[in-house]
């Protein structure tokens, strides 16, 4: 089983390129499912047929399913939601505060892709390709289990009250399930699609830092809609054109050199034609893949923990990529170490053995953070 999920900027065509990948996988006899967690419900559109909830045929080999996320609240949380608004309102909470302190930013979310878990789990696929809602949501996802264990536990008396206890555990316990699935190098990598520009480029450079602190492989880019090369023609449409895909080629460049991305970074020209059904779209696959497999990138995401022992205590390195310009911040809080990059905040637990150690200093390259900690006197 692979899981593949596609992400990126509103707007820059990741439905497009997931849907057009599934439709590959599928025509190369893998049994595939592509599933949308994205609101703006464009899968239905890209695919030429109309999704639900529930995987439907599109082609031989070929499924799709359309996530209502309201949907997936109504039906997999209700029950939660009871109990904690109950045992919360035992603690002394007003009945309404306690049901307005149970609906949780991001639930929608979370309850899709706990769906995508279960389809993945569950399902005769061999594939499962995932077109995700825009990165800034998908990261803000990947924060809100760490965010609400932490508010819940600052409730006066929840360690007293067995039932909050029982429903706290239950909500960690699936989230840590999910969080495996997505940390799983081998089966889950992350595809980000850009537009080639400079602002785009800029969000995918600090979206590969977030995954990478969060522990998630990135085995890809995609930089969609480059601007056909006019060869040999002449005129103001030419010129224009000449001078627009040169800048774009200026973008692509400063991103293969940046030392960010591996070498798996395609291309794909823009389409007169807006793609629609399997057929267009596998003309797009054609052009992004040729007669590689669609499955095969190069994971950027190195281990997270390196640690070398130097004369006076040791060198932690913490893997991931730092563009020159991102805004670092590194604090000690207890065992762990508080690592937060471009406003992306991850506590990291140190290694009991390097726990006694005092940290003095650090210092970053593009390959991560190199921490040192001094041996205790």
């Known amino acids: 089983m692979r899981v593949l999920l596609f992400t990126g900027k509103g707007g820059v065509g990741k439905t497009t390129l997931a849907a057009a990948t599934g439709a590959l996988l599928a025509r190369r006899g893998r049994k595939t499912l592509v599933v949308s967690t994205d609101p703006a419900h464009s899968l239905s559109d890209a695919l030429g047929v109309r999704l639900a ?20 609240v109504d039906d997999v949380w209700n029950s939660l939601r009871r109990e904690l608004a109950s045992a919360l309102a035992g603690l002394g909470l007003d009945a309404l505060d306690a049901e307005e302190l149970t609906v949780l930013p991001g639930v929608d979310e979370l309850s899709a892709l706990s769906r995508v878990q279960r389809l993945a789990d569950e399902g005769p696929w061999e594939n499962v390709v995932v077109d ?34 029982r429903s706290v555990e239950r909500f960690a316990a699936h989230v840590e399930s999910l969080r495996a699935l997505l940390t799983d190098h081998e089966t889950t ?108 990138g190069e994971p950027t995401t190195t281990t997270l923990l390196q640690t070398t022992e130097v004369d006076d205590g040791f060198l932690l390195r913490i893997g991931m990529p730092l563009a020159k310009d ?15 990059v471009d406003g992306f905040r991850r506590l990291v637990a140190l290694p009991e053995p390097l726990r006694p150690y005092t940290l003095t200093g650090a210092e970053s390259d593009a390959r991560g953070l190199v921490v040192h900690l001094e041996r205790p006197e």
């Open 53 to 72: 909830d529930e995987p439907s045929e599109v082609d031989e080999l070929l499924y799709g399913a359309q996530l209502g996320a309201r949907a997936l």
């Open 326 to 340: 991102s805004e670092v911040a590194l604090a000690r809080v207890d065992d762990d170490l508080a690592v937060t």
């Open 132 to 165: 995700c809602g825009p990165t800034a949501d998908t990261l803000r996802l990947l924060a809100l289990p760490e965010a609400v264990a932490g508010y819940l536990r600052r409730l006066p008396g929840w360690r007293s009250s067995t039932r909050v206890t």
């Open 189 to 296: 990598t992350v595809r980000l699609v850009l537009t080639p520009e400079r602002v785009v480029a800029a969000e995918t450079r600090r979206t590969l830092t977030a995954l990478a602190l969060r522990g998630i492989a990135v085995d890809g880019i995609v930089v969609n809609r480059m601007m056909p090369a006019p060869g040999w023609w002449r005129g103001t449409a030419a010129s224009w054109l000449r001078t627009r895909r040169a800048q774009q080629e200026d973008v692509v460049a400063e991103l293969r050199h940046s030392g960010l991305v591996g070498s798996t970074l395609r291309t794909i020209d823009h389409r007169a034609v807006e793609p629609v059904g399997v057929e267009a779209l596998l003309e797009i696959a054609d052009e992004l893949y040729g007669e590689t497999n669609p499955l095969v």
